[in-house]
């Protein structure tokens, strides 16, 4: 049998591992710790969504947490997290498809958030002020380009967003990612938290096609009193900010239905989107069907939460670690799922997406580190139990 067509656990532990020591200034030369086993500990963190403390204790024969945890202080620096972001950008971009570069690609940007429960001041945490949620205001915060192609969604570029850097900087340093892949640029789809004055501007500028959700916001005015009528329409809109600042955009205001009629579990009832238009000329039902586009990015989201491992650290730069890492780990399974799931046919080669899921994946690590350092399947009591 052919070993290339074979994907076994060893080959994704080994596969993934491969890459962080590739591109992560990553090392451990301790007698009991290694290199090895400092990425080992990390990916079953992700792969486990769990803690250095609960890896460590599940598996036997991994290093001290307390050793793996000053290993990480000592590299993993807040004055070195630049050179940690550039280093997992060249590491999500190390095996894209040549596919990407076939013809101009929709590309989406969003801001993803992990709440902090911490105590540190701002400027050492580097923890950003969000919409209060989870119990509260403070947030790490990271920035992602993500691109979906032929159903394969791969993430372009992530960014730590540090206190005070501006939203149009964020755009601008993705742009340049992704400008610099040489992926050509077809449009641009911005999540709602991009709508901003400073960003249309920016955009328009810069004369890049860009969809952005806008958020409803007022009780009688504002853009709330734009959903109105029982059908989708084309309008103008004047946006006001600080400082007397003022822009009027294009708008499609989109009248759309809940799921109900597909989930059967709510009653079925209409609602409202609306959309910023910049460079673009579409009806509101061709805004409709773009943005739904954004779905699949979405789901990719979610599936970052699944390989994302949990902290209680202060360390900014082990934080934003753990969320880039989930990050790249999904990459790396749409890779793999490509290759190894295919079915031939006519017309073209199939998916068969049930076959590696991301579950599935995870497991690979998690079982492949436990079979190398084996794992705890009993315990024994040390008195007779009264019963």
């Known amino acids: 049998m052919n070993d290339n067509l074979t994907l076994t656990d060893k080959k994704v532990l080994e596969d993934s591992r491969a890459l962080l020591e590739h591109h992560l200034d990553l090392h451990a030369q301790g007698y009991k710790c290694a290199t090895e086993d400092l990425l080992n500990v990390l990916l079953a963190v992700a792969a486990d969504q769990g803690t250095i403390e609960s890896v460590c204790a599940d598996l036997v024969a991994t290093p001290n947490p307390e050793t793996i945890r000053q290993y990480i202080n000592e590299q993993l620096c807040v004055e070195e997290l630049l050179q940690l972001e550039a280093a997992l950008n060249q590491a999500l971009v190390a095996k894209l498809p040549p596919r990407l570069w076939r013809r101009r690609q929709d590309v989406a940007m969003d801001f993803h958030d992990r ?33 979906l192609v032929k159903n394969l969604r791969f993430t372009l570029g992530i960014r730590f967003v540090f ?23 077809y449009r641009l789809l911005l999540d709602r938290g991009f709508a901003s004055i400073e960003v249309q501007e920016f955009l328009a500028q810069q004369k890049i096609p860009a ?48 799921s109900a009629k597909r989930t059967k579990r709510l009653k079925r009832r209409a609602t409202w989107l609306i959309f910023i238009l910049i460079h673009l000329d579409l009806s509101p039902r061709q805004v409709r069907r773009l943005y739904r586009r954004r779905f699949g990015i979405e789901t990719s989201y979610r599936c970052a939460a ?13 934080r934003f670690l753990l969320m880039a890492l989930g990050v790249l780990l999904v990459n790396i399974w749409t890779l793999f799922r490509w290759a190894f799931t295919q079915r031939p046919r006519r017309g073209g080669r199939l998916l068969d997406v049930h076959k590696f899921q991301l579950d599935r994946f995870a497991k690979f690590i998690v079982r492949a580190l436990q079979q190398h350092y084996g794992y705890i399947h009993e315990i024994k009591a040390v008195v007779e139990p009264l019963l």
Do not use: M
């Open 306 to 318: 699944k390989v994302r491992g949990w902290t209680t650290s202060p360390n900014p730069a082990y």
């Open 211 to 258: 969809l952005i959700a806008c958020p409803i916001r007022g009780k009688h005015g504002g853009t709330r009193a734009l959903c109105q009528g029982r059908r989708s329409y084309r309008t103008q809109h004047t946006f006001k900010g600080a400082n007397n600042k003022s822009r009027t955009a294009e708008l499609a205001v989109c009248r759309t239905f809940t």
């Open 115 to 147: 709440p902090y429960y911490g105590k540190s001041p701002q400027e050492k945490g580097l923890w950003v002020r969000g919409q209060a949620k989870d119990g509260t205001t403070r947030f790490y915060r990271v920035a992602t380009a993500y691109i």
């Open 163 to 185: 206190p005070g850097i501006s939203k149009v900087d964020v755009v601008r340093q993705l742009l340049h990612q992704v400008q610099d892949l040489e992926i050509p640029l």
